[in-house]
Every structure is written in C-alpha cells, then in structure tokens.
C-alpha cells in the first residue's frame, strides 16, 4: 500500500488508473452477462463443489428461496448475495430458518463444514458477492484501539458498546458478539444480515474490519477486570442487583440483629 | 453544681492513670453528661427500623471512599492520548477526566476496588433512603411530630439523587456523556430560558470544556455538605422526638419500649455499620460496576445500545422512553413566538418527577387535613390499618415503577424475546391504569386482612382439628389467642368519615366539603377492631370463659 501511494504521482500512474478503470467496468460487465463464471473469492470452488451444492440447496432451501436462487414469496432471491453471506447463514445456524418471525435465530449448524463450503460455492457461482474473508484478515492482529473506535461509531448504537446485544423495533435485536468467531463477525459487515445494514469495504476497511474483530477478541479474551460483569448490561443489571443481592443480603441481617432469643 | 459547693467538696482524684486522663477530658467537655443523656436514649427492635442507618452508613462509606478517588481523579477536559495500561484504549485520544478515572481502575493500587466500592455505596445509599421512606409512608411514621423531619428526609432523597447524578457524569466515558446530553435536551426543553441555562452551565454549547470541573465541584463540596447538615437536622429531630415504635401491648403514646443505646444498641449499631461495610466491600470485590473502559471516552456521536442512567435516575429516562413523539396527527412541538415548545421532552421529564415529589412532600399534610387528626403519634400503624393510605402508596409505587422498568424496555425485549414496541405499548397503558389498579387491589387487600385479624380475634385460630360431636356434627376446634398476640389484632385506631362541619359563622365552606368528601373516600370502607363487647360475646358462645375476662379485654383494646 505504501509503495502503491509514493509511486501515486509517476508519470505512468494516469496510463496505470485508466488501465485499471477499464479493467473493472470490463470485468464487472463480464461477471453481470456470465453469471456462471463469476467469482469474486480467493476461495476456488471446484465443479463438483458447486454441483453437490445445488443439490443440497434443492434439497434444503429451495423450497422458500426457489429454484435456482431466484426467491419465492417466503424468501428472496439468492443470486448475487455471494459467498460470505451463505457461509455466515448457514455456517451459524441461522439459515436453514427455525421459524419464521422477526429475525433468524442463531442455532446449532445444520450443515457440516464441508456441506457449507458446496452450498457457499453454489450461491457464489450464481452471481458475484462478497466472497469469504481471506485469513490474514482474521488473524486478530490488528489495532485494537483503532477497532475499539471504529466499533463505538459504527456498532455499538445496537451491538452495545461492550458487545453485549440490544433491542431493535418489533421484536427485531442485534446479538451478542462474545462467542462468534472473527470470520462471522466478518461476513456478517460486508453483507448486512437480518437487519444489520451492510459495511462495505468504503464504509468500513478491510484492515477496519480487522481491527474490530481484533478489538472485540481481545475484550472477549480480557475478561471483566472489575470482578463478574452481571451481562455487561450496563447500569439496568447493577441496580437489579443491588435492590435484589445487596439490599436482600442488609435485609437478612437487619432480621437477625432485631431478633430476640426466644 | 454550684461554685461554692465545689470548693467546700474534696476534689474527685480518680485512681488509675486512665482514670485521672478521663476525669480531665470529661470536667472540660461534659462528656459524661451526654454519654448519660445519649446512653438512656431507647431504640425500639425492629428489623425495618435499620434502612436509615443502612444509608447513614453508606454516606460514611461513600465519604471515605471518595476521600481516596479525589487523590488520583482529575476532572479536566483537556485532550489527551491515553498511556495506561489497558491495551483497547491504547493511545486513543479522551479528555483527562477519563483518562485518570482509568488510571484510578487500572494503575492505582486498590483504585478499582475504591471505585467500585464508591459506586456500589451510592447505589446502596439512595437504595436504602428508598425503602426507608417507603417503612416510614406505610406505617404512618410522618405524622404529627415528625412532618417536618420527613420533609428533611424528602430533601435528603433529592440531594442523594443529585449527588448520584453528578458523580455518575465524572469519569467522561461515553456513557455518562449520553446521560449527560439526555440532562442538556432537558434542561433546553425548558420554554425560554433553557438554553441560555444549558450554555451557563456548559460553558457554551454542549459539551464544552468546563462541565466537568463544576460537576466535580458540586459533587465532592457543595452537595456532600448539605447532605451532611440535612442528616445532623434529621438526626437531631429523631432525637428530639424519639423513635416510633410498632403497636404493642404496653406501648402507647407516652413512651418508648426498647433497648437503651448503650451498651447493647451501641453494639448492634457499631457492629451494623462494619456488616454494611462488608457487603458493600464483597460486592465490590466480586462484581463489576460501571466498566469505564467497556464505554470509551465521551464522543458526542456514538450512543451506545443499552445506555441508562443509574436506577435511582431511571424513572425520569423511563418517563422520557413512554412519551410518543406523536400520537396520529397530533404532535408536541409548538413555536410560540419564536420560541420552540418541545413538549415530547418537556412533559415526561418533569412533570411525573414533579406530582411524585410534590405529593411526597405535601403528604404528611393532605393526611393531616382530611383527617382533622392534630395528636401526636409515636405508635405506628400496621399498612393494613390504615387501608386508604396503604393503597395510596401502593399506587404511587407502582406508577414509580412502570417509569422504572420503561427504563429498561430494551433489556426487557431482548431477555424475554418480546417486541420492544410491545413493551413500549403495555407500558403505556400501564402507566395509566396501573395506579388505579394498584389503587383498588391494595386497598381490598388491606380490608381484608382486617377482616382476617378480626375474624381471628373474634374466633382464635384454626387448629385443623377436626372434632365428632356426640350427636354427629363435626366441628373445627379454634384455639383462643394469648392476650400478647389479641392485643396487635385489636389495639388500633380505625376511624369514620368526619362529615363536613359548619365554621364560626355557621357555614359549610367549599374547602370544607372537598375535606368531607376526601374523608367519605378514605374511611368509607372500614374494618373496626373487634370491641371488649363483641370478644366477651365471641367467646361466651364457644364457652371459653378461661380466656379472658371483659376486663381485660376492655385494657388491651386501647
């Protein structure tokens, strides 16, 4: 990258973007006319990946989302969510849905691993999506601090500011975030699931993304400095406790001192 | 003891050293007078009688504890990077105040455990003020002589509120300046001059640079010292008029019965305090509270899911979180003259706050007023003795807590699995017709646990045992209650509607009236206690002459 921005004013550097400009409208054309060919992952799926993948997929999804992905009145169309969107839905166990209702729970995969990379390579090979993050990008070693930052702007009005989960309207709510691992919570930014609304590499950076899984590992892996931490919910679950723990626990003694020998 | 008497008596010389230092402290100070005045001084046992040294205690905690956080907080708002220890905020940029409130929790020794101590305390502090004020409201401890004691007490409420608040705002994380902006909408709701009041107190537009400092100023000073003159007025009232007690046989009016402050009371006392300090100090070794670090520094842009006040604040959020912004067509935002009219944040904010303080206050006085009642009374009433005011308190408790758990609707949606918007829409009827409900089913249960008692007095107990008459009816044997435990069944004061009675001048005036009516209401539905008359006549029919003359049924029903 630093290369890449000292070089920025080389003579060649006009001839190099115009090159690159076309290249990527060319490219973009290309993926959007042979949709069958289209693949914006480092992740390669092979042939029979993807045939063994729209098998499961007839098997198990098509009944809401139809035939070939193209969505039906109970589920929308999966042609073009990518790669990263099946493997988040399906790799958490929200997908295939428990029920319908406000939002998916998260539940005990039904799919092993390898079941969700052919289905992930299917739903890839339908149309070009966010692909799976690639590893470096979920080593857990960037900047905690900076993701610490980039987490209270852009996730914690829902997530909370210590990633503990909060309400949305109508029985809608954005989980907890201790316990899912960096490549979901990576997923989960470049495609926006439920409700989530989606960071794309311009909203948020990939080394942003990076930083944040970093910042949420390590306050995961910190633990509660200050002794348990009653949820991290904040003043609501303090003033529970001290009305019900603190104030029971004075009560019980307040009887036993004003208790007489009988 | 008179100057000549001194001279002609042999000076007192006490024999051991202790003694003769004793002796010299006490002829210059008096002490042993007060000792002897404060010693006979008698406590009635009760374990409701303890919430207000639990909060007396929690002050002294609070004092000691703060004392220590005032060695290391710096309450400046300049910027700064921090350079502690905590890695996730590493080299971010806050203001000093938070950035030394991390220090206190990570780089001073026991300064988390202060922390925590100090914030637990204050939880605990108006926690225990709480359900003081709610022991002295429900047995009627606020009346004649002590209306003015519990206006202190109110007062004592609203400083320890204010202390709270002020102190919360301090360490600048997000989550105080959340609640802190939620204060600044407030107070700019004011029609006129709220933002002039908002800009005076910050220092020009939120969030300024000077808010921190005289936060600090009036929760480590000016609060703190008030409290402090309010508790020696509230103590030296309880003095002055002695403590209550529960009704009982042998207290009246005219004494106290207890035990004497000391030795015994001291002790237990004494003792208490170090009990209440133990729980505060295991509550702050074992659980967390404000996790400063969790929050980040204040950044007037990010706002938290989850964000609340501490508990004692939460029924003004809770006020705010019910108010609709609009309802169908009709919204609450008006420009008068120029000036803008938020009513969607102006009404939820003070006007609940506002009949609950006012009616708190003014209590002791409506009662007194309705009931034309000018005795003294140091014997409480049992809640259900007194059925109208229980139900009264009742109400006002419910309705204070539907705006407590409103504060909570979010965590109320995500740990039920329910809609927020639900929860928003039964909250709001609640807080309608949730008193009324309170109202009624409160005051039903309180007649009818004077309809037990005096079923019970009348009757005895059930003893389950079923007996077979000769000529084959089966009975319940009742066995009769001692006098000790008739007495509390019968020994109190249930009084009738006062009608309206003609002034001086022979007329009915409207103020009297509305007193007459508001009497009907209070004291239309009525238990009476069981008479000497009608507990001789109970136990003569069941032919229990061994249980107690009229005699004495007729001193123990007073």
């Given at each position: 990258?630093?290369a890449?921005?000292?070089?920025?004013?080389?003579?060649l550097?006009?001839?190099?973007?115009?090159?690159?400009?076309?290249?990527?409208?060319?490219?973009?054309?290309?993926?959007?006319?042979?949709?069958?060919?289209?693949?914006?992952?480092?992740?390669?799926?092979?042939?029979?990946?993807?045939?063994?993948?729209?098998?499961?997929?007839?098997?198990?999804?098509?009944?809401?989302?139809?035939?070939?992905?193209?969505?039906?009145?109970?589920?929308?169309?999966?042609?073009?969510?990518?790669?990263?969107a099946?493997?988040?839905?399906?790799?958490?166990?929200?997908?295939?849905?428990?029920?319908?209702?406000?939002?998916?729970?998260?539940?005990?995969?039904?799919?092993?691993?390898?079941?969700?990379?052919?289905?992930?390579?299917?739903?890839?090979?339908?149309?070009?999506?966010?692909?799976?993050?690639?590893?470096?990008?979920?080593?857990?070693?960037?900047?905690?601090?900076?993701?610490?930052?980039?987490?209270?702007?852009?996730?914690?009005?829902?997530?909370?500011?210590?990633?503990?989960?909060?309400a949305?309207?109508?029985?809608?709510?954005?989980?907890?975030?201790?316990?899912?691992?960096?490549?979901?919570?990576?997923?989960?930014?470049?495609?926006?699931?439920?409700?989530?609304?989606?960071?794309?590499?311009?909203?948020?950076?990939?080394?942003?993304?990076?930083?944040?899984?970093?910042f949420?590992?390590?306050?995961?892996?910190?633990g509660?400095?200050g002794?348990?931490?009653?949820?991290?919910?904040?003043?609501?679950?303090?003033?529970?406790?001290?009305?019900?723990?603190?104030?029971?626990?004075?009560?019980?003694?307040?009887?036993?001192?004003?208790?007489?020998?009988? | 003891m008179?100057?000549?008497?001194?001279?002609?008596?042999?000076?007192?010389?006490?024999?051991?050293?202790?003694?003769r230092?004793?002796?010299?402290?006490?002829?210059?100070?008096?002490?042993?007078?007060?000792?002897?005045?404060?010693?006979?001084?008698?406590?009635?046992?009760?374990?409701?009688?303890?919430?207000?040294?639990?909060?007396?205690?929690?002050?002294?905690?609070?004092?000691?504890?703060?004392?220590?956080?005032?060695?290391?907080?710096?309450?400046?708002?300049?910027?700064?990077?921090?350079?502690?220890?905590?890695?996730?905020?590493?080299?971010?940029?806050?203001?000093?105040?938070?950035?030394?409130?991390?220090?206190?929790?990570?780089d001073?020794?026991?300064?988390?455990?202060?922390?925590?101590?100090?914030?637990?305390?204050?939880?605990?502090?108006?926690?225990?003020?709480?359900?003081?004020?709610?022991r002295?409201?429900?047995?009627?401890?606020?009346?004649?002589?002590?209306?003015?004691?519990?206006?202190?007490?109110?007062?004592?409420?609203?400083?320890?509120?204010?202390?709270g608040?002020?102190?919360?705002?301090?360490?600048?994380?997000?989550?105080?300046?959340?609640?802190?902006?939620?204060?600044?909408?407030?107070?700019?709701?004011?029609?006129?001059?709220g933002?002039?009041?908002?800009?005076?107190?910050?220092?020009?537009?939120?969030?300024?640079?000077?808010?921190?400092?005289?936060?600090?100023?009036?929760?480590?000073?000016?609060?703190?010292?008030?409290?402090?003159l309010?508790?020696?007025?509230?103590?030296?009232?309880?003095?002055?008029?002695?403590h209550?007690?529960?009704?009982?046989?042998g207290r009246?009016?005219?004494?106290?019965?207890?035990?004497?402050l000391?030795?015994?009371?001291?002790?237990?006392?004494?003792?208490?305090?170090?009990?209440?300090?133990?729980?505060?100090?295991?509550?702050?070794?074992?659980?967390?509270?404000?996790?400063?670090?969790?929050?980040?520094?204040?950044?007037?842009?990010?706002?938290s899911?989850?964000?609340?006040?501490?508990?004692?604040?939460?029924?003004?959020?809770?006020a705010?979180?019910?108010?609709?912004?609009?309802?169908?067509?009709?919204?609450?935002?008006?420009?008068?003259?120029?000036y803008?009219?938020?009513?969607n944040?102006?009404?939820?904010?003070?006007?609940?706050?506002?009949?609950?303080?006012?009616?708190?206050?003014?209590?002791?006085?409506?009662?007194?007023?309705?009931?034309?009642?000018?005795?003294?009374?140091?014997?409480?009433?049992?809640?259900?003795?007194?059925?109208?005011?229980?139900?009264?308190?009742?109400?006002?408790?419910?309705?204070?807590?539907?705006?407590?758990?409103?504060?909570?609707?979010?965590?109320?949606?995500?740990?039920?699995?329910?809609?927020?918007?639900?929860?928003?829409?039964?909250?709001?009827?609640?807080?309608?017709?949730?008193?009324?409900i309170?109202?009624?089913v409160?005051?039903?249960?309180?007649?009818?646990?004077?309809?037990?008692?005096?079923?019970?007095?009348?009757?005895?107990?059930?003893?389950?045992?079923?007996?077979?008459?000769?000529?084959?009816?089966?009975?319940?044997?009742?066995?009769p209650?001692?006098?000790?435990?008739?007495?509390?069944?019968?020994?109190?004061?249930?009084?009738?509607?006062?009608?309206?009675v003609?002034?001086?001048?022979?007329?009915v005036?409207?103020?009297?009236?509305?007193?007459?009516?508001?009497?009907?209401?209070?004291?239309?539905?009525?238990?009476?206690?069981?008479?000497?008359?009608?507990?001789?006549?109970?136990?003569?029919?069941?032919?229990?002459?061994?249980?107690?003359?009229?005699?004495?049924?007729?001193?123990?029903?007073?």
């Amino acid at each position: 990258m630093k290369a890449l921005s000292q070089k920025r004013r080389h003579p060649l550097a006009v001839i190099a973007l115009l090159l690159m400009g076309l290249l990527v409208t060319g490219g973009l054309y290309a993926v959007a006319t042979t949709v069958n060919e289209a693949k914006a992952s480092t992740t390669s799926y092979s042939a029979s990946d993807t045939a063994e993948g729209e098998k499961l997929f007839e098997a198990n999804c098509a009944t809401c989302h139809g035939m070939g992905a193209s969505g039906t009145q109970d589920g929308p169309s999966l042609v073009g969510v990518g790669a990263a969107a099946v493997d988040f839905q399906v790799g958490t166990g929200r997908m295939p849905m428990q029920m319908n209702g406000p939002q998916a729970y998260k539940k005990p995969a039904q799919f092993n691993e390898e079941q969700t990379h052919q289905l992930s390579g299917y739903v890839a090979s339908l149309g070009a999506g966010p692909a799976i993050p690639e590893e470096h990008l979920l080593d857990e070693k960037g900047d905690a601090a900076a993701g610490g930052e980039l987490f209270r702007v852009n996730c914690a009005m829902c997530h909370n500011a210590a990633a503990a989960g909060g309400a949305l309207t109508r029985g809608k709510f954005a989980p907890a975030l201790a316990d899912v691992s960096g490549k979901h919570i990576y997923e989960a930014m470049v495609t926006g699931p439920q409700n989530m609304p989606v960071f794309s590499d311009a909203n948020v950076s990939p080394e942003g993304k990076r930083d944040i899984i970093t910042f949420l590992k390590q306050i995961e892996s910190n633990g509660s400095p200050g002794g348990a931490d009653l949820g991290s919910l904040g003043p609501v679950a303090e003033g529970l406790f001290v009305w019900i723990a603190g104030l029971g626990v004075i009560i019980g003694f307040t009887i036993w001192l004003t208790s007489r020998t009988s | 003891m008179s100057a000549a008497s001194t001279a002609e008596a042999p000076a007192f010389v006490a024999k051991t050293k202790t003694g003769r230092i004793t002796d010299f402290v006490d002829a210059r100070v008096g002490g042993s007078g007060i000792l002897r005045e404060f010693g006979r001084k008698v406590f009635p046992d009760h374990w409701s009688f303890m919430f207000g040294e639990v909060a007396l205690y929690s002050f002294v905690i609070l004092l000691l504890s703060g004392t220590f956080l005032t060695f290391f907080f710096d309450p400046s708002m300049a910027e700064t990077h921090y350079a502690g220890s905590y890695v996730p905020l590493k080299n971010v940029e806050m203001s000093v105040a938070y950035s030394s409130s991390l220090n206190i929790s990570f780089d001073i020794r026991g300064g988390l455990f202060m922390r925590q101590v100090h914030h637990w305390a204050a939880l605990l502090f108006v926690a225990s003020i709480a359900v003081h004020m709610l022991r002295v409201f429900f047995t009627g401890a606020f009346r004649k002589p002590r209306e003015m004691n519990w206006v202190v007490g109110s007062v004592l409420l609203i400083l320890a509120m204010a202390a709270g608040f002020t102190g919360y705002s301090l360490p600048d994380d997000l989550l105080s300046g959340n609640g802190l902006r939620i204060i600044d909408g407030v107070i700019k709701s004011i029609p006129v001059v709220g933002t002039y009041i908002s800009f005076f107190l910050f220092g020009g537009e939120f969030p300024g640079t000077a808010v921190i400092g005289r936060l600090y100023m009036l929760h480590i000073l000016l609060v703190p010292a008030l409290i402090l003159l309010m508790i020696v007025l509230h103590l030296f009232m309880v003095v002055v008029h002695k403590h209550t007690q529960y009704p009982g046989p042998g207290r009246n009016d005219g004494n106290v019965v207890g035990y004497p402050l000391g030795p015994v009371y001291a002790a237990k006392a004494g003792g208490f305090f170090f009990i209440v300090f133990g729980v505060i100090a295991l509550m702050a070794a074992f659980f967390t509270i404000n996790p400063i670090w969790n929050y980040g520094p204040y950044d007037p842009s990010p706002v938290s899911a989850g964000t609340q006040p501490d508990w004692y604040i939460g029924f003004v959020d809770g006020a705010l979180r019910l108010m609709p912004g609009v309802i169908g067509d009709f919204h609450f935002e008006y420009v008068v003259f120029g000036y803008t009219l938020t009513l969607n944040v102006l009404l939820p904010a003070l006007v609940p706050a506002g009949i609950l303080f006012t009616v708190m206050f003014m209590y002791p006085w409506i009662e007194a007023w309705v009931t034309k009642d000018t005795r003294e009374h140091h014997v409480l009433d049992r809640p259900r003795n007194a059925p109208t005011r229980t139900a009264i308190g009742v109400a006002g408790f419910v309705w204070y807590c539907v705006m407590w758990a409103a504060a909570g609707s979010d965590l109320i949606a995500t740990h039920f699995h329910v809609s927020l918007n639900d929860v928003t829409y039964w909250l709001r009827a609640l807080f309608f017709i949730g008193p009324v409900i309170a109202f009624v089913v409160a005051k039903r249960v309180a007649l009818a646990l004077q309809r037990k008692d005096r079923e019970i007095a009348l009757h005895g107990r059930e003893t389950g045992r079923i007996v077979r008459l000769p000529h084959g009816e089966f009975i319940e044997v009742h066995a009769p209650l001692d006098e000790y435990k008739r007495y509390k069944l019968v020994g109190f004061e249930s009084p009738a509607p006062l009608p309206a009675v003609p002034n001086e001048h022979g007329i009915v005036t409207r103020k009297e009236k509305r007193r007459a009516f508001l009497s009907k209401w209070f004291f239309e539905d009525r238990v009476a206690p069981a008479t000497p008359a009608e507990l001789e006549a109970a136990h003569g029919h069941h032919g229990h002459p061994a249980v107690g003359s009229a005699e004495e049924n007729k001193s123990l029903s007073h």
